[in-house]
């Protein structure tokens, strides 16, 4: 199956105005610089990388830049040597100075790559879950570049924690009754003012979610008279996050959650920059200490790629592992990262949220459980209630369980009249 | 002075061809995503962003994304609040999605950030060293954003470090008279055939230099004998240093250093990914101690910013801190992480070659000896003899050392009749 073009769409869709996606740093309109590898069979792939808003256009750029890599190649040929091809964009011998490996050059082959497996996906008839989940152990290791990462992972032991333990389908089962565990961002993001946050907290605990995640990085009082607030709407027994967004020092940070501490956190997501590998495990020294264990640090949003988390978790920096779909160079990549927490023992909590990063991640968790982790304890999916009506085959979330996808396929197929619509800048939506 | 338009030009010279800047990993047409900020004055300020030949339209697509914060300010306003205006560039809440703080958007802020300071300089009629080293402390570190590295380094801090110590007069004395040192690393690009290496470096041996660099990452085999063939020329006294441009996995690292201690090197430059603070920490380990201290580890050329310049001097991971000037934010940028180097005693060899970073990054070393470093022990500018002659002020060398630049300015101005050549891909060279 030969792919004959790509199609880049700026799609973006005017969120920032209602508050939705508001925290310390980011104030978005979500937006997916979102690309279809076409074939001559009909069949295309389709993947993109989330971005806020302004610059999706540079996200778009890189992904035409880089397209010369895919178009022309057959999906056999790409899978027969899936490392040659994966490094034919993350090392191009130009294209690596803007990166490497991190920012809008990555973002970019992260939706190249994923569009490809998406791709296969279809042409196999299987959501992508299932086509990992089902996918022999040595293919899935020979979809891995291991380059900078041997010193945290071998292939060997890659190959013994991918190793069939007999109880696949006892998990599939599972999932199949239960759902994927997930938790709710809806509910307090900090553009929306107090009684929205409780109105938004009782509905959602009312729906069945247990667990809870707000947005914190605002004045000290504002966040902790917010916390107050969700913890007394939820009781002491659900989960609560809070996600600072990287807007706090090292000091910072752990000064506030000894303050924060009150209400009982789970987790603290991105207390300090996202490149401070040392910063994080700082704070989590101290937070760890503070909660005796049962506050834990989380990351991985806009971790540049696998280089990033290996030192996070040989570090102990983080307790939580958040990969994130496309900012990082696509399914290979994360395969990467997903066995290094494997071996590290760090439960894996997905980034969602945004724009098509929940129809994204359910598999990559999905899979993870049925191949990797084999636990659900610490596991969920993001979910934030945003744009799902844009997409072929959104999620299905039931009493805060994420449903099994079943259509072949990543699940980020657009529907064309959303394209048309929220196509920037020249859609109805923004003209 | 008014900032009324920014000029943005992707110019790109065709240098893959020759085997010129060809490394382990790289291979590129020098290239700068160029910007001119116009006043309405007349006057203009020049700044750039370096990348490798591909890609750079992507760089100028941010550039202009970013200049919306820049055109339509006056330079008095800038300079009043000066991390303020830096913050508009660099956290602004849509655009930091696509690094934060890395990558392609960062150094677009780095090419305007630098374009700003180049019109300061201009307008007050001084080279950008002598702008920086004549301005009082207090200012310098009001010019600093220490957002995220307060862990490593305080405002009250920096001010000691700048704190007037009675001698800049005799070291600005001693630039006068000898210049800046330097190294260069004209002689050994892994494109060139040993003879052509041997021949490079007999001539740059009488043309006084004194400190060679060579490319090495590619089969440990013709490294050794490569590294052996300099050595010969130079005799056991010159300065060899390695650069391995991040080809190597942490233990490889290690394991080929062992081979190449044979010809004493000085420094081993980027042993491993960029991102790796603490597999730099490891490998610095390991070399300095194999070499009982006489080899150290470098890095930094593509280090993203302040955040991963501070956690490689914090695990103590470099013994020589290669800044470059437009990789990072710019000056306000660069200025954090040479406070950094003087605290942590961490000496400052700037990266340049490519095009123009040999013209920028002179300003920075100079300034760097005359206000925080004060000692020229270890310290070299980078010298590669490429692209000097499209600058209107490009630098001086003689006898492997730089002259002090006089012009007003960042020197990184180009020959309107450059631009015209060599832009891509429109101008007559690449048609």
Redesign the interface.
């Known amino acids: 199956m030969k792919i004959i073009d790509a199609k880049v769409h700026d799609v973006r869709f005017p969120t ?1 105005a209602a508050g939705d996606g508001s925290d310390a ?5 979500y937006s997916a610089a979102y690309v279809e590898l076409h074939t001559e069979s009909g069949l295309f792939g389709a993947g993109f990388t989330f ?5 999706n ?3 778009c ?2 992904i035409e ?1 880089l397209s010369h890599h895919v178009v022309g190649r057959t999906l056999e040929e790409i899978f027969a040597d899936p490392v040659t091809f994966w490094r034919s964009l993350s ?17 970019a082959t992260g939706a190249l790559v994923n569009a490809v497996w998406d791709l296969r996906a279809k042409a196999e008839g299987k959501p992508m879950w299932r086509l990992l989940a089902e996918m022999p152990a040595e293919e899935l290791v020979n979809s891995v570049d291991f ?5 945290a992972i071998t292939p060997a032991e890659a190959l013994e924690l991918l190793a069939d333990d007999g109880g696949y389908a006892e998990r599939l089962a599972v999932l199949e009754r239960d759902g994927f565990p997930s938790y709710t961002t809806s509910v307090g993001w900090l553009g929306y003012p107090d009684e929205q946050v409780r109105e938004l907290t009782r509905a959602a605990y009312a729906q069945g979610w247990r667990a809870m995640k707000m947005k914190v990085g605002g004045p000290i009082s504002d966040d902790i008279r917010r916390a107050r607030l969700i913890r007394e709407e939820i009781g002491p027994d659900a989960l609560l996050m809070m996600d600072a967004n ?1 807007v706090w ?4 940070a752990i000064a506030n959650m000894a303050v924060l501490a009150e209400v009982n956190p789970y987790w603290i997501e991105e207390p ?8 994080h495990a ?1 704070v989590a020294r101290a937070v760890n200490q503070l909660s005796e264990g049962r506050c834990r640090v989380a990351t991985g949003e ?1 971790a ?2 696998r ?2 988390f ?2 996070l978790m ?2 102990d920096a983080i307790q939580v592992c958040q990969i994130d779909a496309c900012r990082v160079g696509g399914v290979n990549e994360v395969l990467s990262i997903l066995l290094m927490a494997a071996k590290f023992g760090v439960p894996v909590c997905p980034h969602a949220g945004g724009v098509g990063l929940c129809e994204y991640v359910q598999h990559l968790s999905i899979f993870d459980y049925l191949r990797l982790g084999r636990s659900l304890d610490g596991r969920m999916v993001e979910y934030v209630a945003h744009l799902h009506e844009h997409f072929e085959d959104p999620i299905t979330v039931v009493e805060g369980r994420y449903r099994l996808p079943a259509k072949p396929g990543y699940s980020v197929t657009f529907k064309p009249e959303s394209i048309e619509q929220f196509s920037f800048p020249d859609g109805p939506a923004w003209r």
Chains 1, 2 share one sequence.
């Open positions: 920032a740093i980011n104030r978005g309109d971005t806020n808003g302004r610059g256009e540079i996200a750029a890189a830049a090392a191009d011998v130009q294209l690596r100075w803007l990166g490497p490996e991190k920012g809008v050059i990555h973002m380059h900078h990462i041997t010193d990287q020092d090292v000091d910072e300090t920059h996202a490149d401070d590998v040392l910063g700082a806009v540049a790629n280089v990033i290996k030192q040989q570090a």
